[in-house]
Structure formats: C-alpha cells, structure tokens
T-cell receptor, first 116, second 110 residues
Framework: DTGVSQNPRHKITKRGQNVTFRCDPISEHNRLYWYRQTLGQGPEFLTY????????KSRLLSDRFSAERPKGSFSTLEIQRTEQGDSAMYLC??????????????FGPGTRLTVL | DAKTTQPPSMDCAEGRAANLPCNHS???????VYWYRQIHSQGPQYIIHGLKNNETNEMASLIITEDRKSSTLILPHATLRDTAVYYCIVRVDSWGKLQFGAGTQVVVTP
C-alpha cells in the first residue's frame, strides 16, 4: 500500500506526558499537512510543510506543539505536557504541489489520542 | 468564520441520486469549490473540485451556479458505501490548507 501512513493508530496517555506521532506521506509528495479533529467536528488545520520547510502554522498550534519534517520525507508531531483538551484524532495528509499537478490531498487514517 | 453553509444531515435511498447542496455566497472570483468526504473512522477523501464550469468524474458531478454563490454535489447512484460526512470547501490556494466546516452527514438506506 503506497498511501499515507500514520503511527501509532491509537495512543492513550496521562495528562502531563509528552507524545509523538509519525506520518509517512506518499512517496515524492512535497507537501505534508497536519490536522486535528474532535468528535462531531470537521478537521482543523494545524500546520503544513513544503519539503522540509514549515510554511504555515495555525494559532491552534500552541507552544506545546511542535512539528518537524527532516529531509522532507516523514514528519513528526510532538505534544508536550498533554492536556485533556488535546484528546482528538490527528490527521496527516500529503499532496504533490507542482504546476499542473493534482490539487488533491491524500489523508492517512489518523492517530487517535486520548489524554486521561 | 464559515465560508460555506451545508445542511447538517440528509438521507438518500440506495440506487437513487443524492444531491448535496452547498451555499458559498461570499466566494471570491479566484476561489475554487472542493468536495471531500469522510467515511466513519477514516481520513477525508477528495471527491471533486471546480472553479466556474460544471465538473464530472468517476465519483460524482459538481454543478456550480452561474453566480457561483452555491453548488450541488451529485452522487448519481448512491450506494451504502457512500454513507459519510460530505464537506464543501472553498479555497484560493490549490495546494494550501483545507478549511473544513461541519459538513453534511449523508446516510444511504437500503
């Protein structure tokens, strides 16, 4: 399967702990996006990368959140000192942003975080 | 601030056409209309997009009004697997972020 993969699929942690999620985009996709989705709501944009450069961050991305995409391939999203309000599904997507290329973002299955 | 308005839910009989409306009365001339859907416990999936002209692909048809203030996504022959939340999104940057609203929960019944 050459789609977007995310690990882990589920994470349960205690409040105050740090967690890290990984996203592997479709090979050669140069853009990678992170979204967060809470129950009953549509996904909310967090940040995105073009290659290794982080081009935009939402104000939702507090200083407890950090995302990286070293070497422009996989990406990690770390949440420090987790709070119960961080409980959500974290979705990753990738796209190939080139002239004439598809506008489509391909989403992974998400990582469901539960903070106790 | 929501750029699109969609009904919260709608039902559709299997085999019939599903017509999903979306209002985007404040759309700018250079903004595209996109549709994604999200089946339960999965990530969103791209369906179709358009600027001014009507568009059709293997999944659906997109009808955009002449004034571009509203559009309709048409699933020509709904199946049970089309049960999902459907999101209508307007965006300028074809490769930038997606701003999802609450979407329309479509339930296809036998």
């Amino acid at each position: 399967d050459t789609g977007v993969s995310q690990n882990p699929r589920h994470k349960i942690t205690k409040r105050g702990q740090n967690v890290t999620f990984r996203c592997d985009p479709i090979s050669e996709h140069n853009r990678l996006y992170w979204y967060r989705q809470t129950l009953g709501q549509g996904p909310e944009f967090l940040t995105y990368f073009q290659n290794e450069a982080q081009l935009e961050k939402s104000r939702l991305l507090s200083d407890r959140f950090s995302a990286e995409r070293p070497k422009g391939s996989f990406s990690t999203l770390e949440i420090q000192r987790t709070e119960q309000g961080d409980s959500a599904m974290y979705l990753c997507a990738s796209s190939l942003a080139l002239g004439g290329g598809s506008h489509e973002q391909f989403f992974g299955p998400g990582t469901r975080l539960t903070v106790l | 601030d929501a750029k699109t308005t969609q009904p919260p839910s709608m039902d559709c009989a299997e085999g019939r056409a599903a017509n999903l409306p979306c209002n985007h009365s404040t759309i700018s001339g250079n903004e595209y209309v996109y549709w994604y859907r999200q089946i339960h416990s999965q990530g969103p999936q791209y369906i179709i997009h358009g600027l001014k002209n009507n568009e059709t692909n293997e999944m659906a048809s997109l009808i955009i009004t002449e004034d571009r203030k509203s559009s309709t996504l048409i699933l020509p022959h709904a199946t049970l697997r089309d049960t999902a939340v459907y999101y209508c999104i307007v965006r300028v940057d074809s490769w930038g972020k997606l701003q999802f609203g609450a979407g329309t929960q479509v339930v296809v019944t036998p």
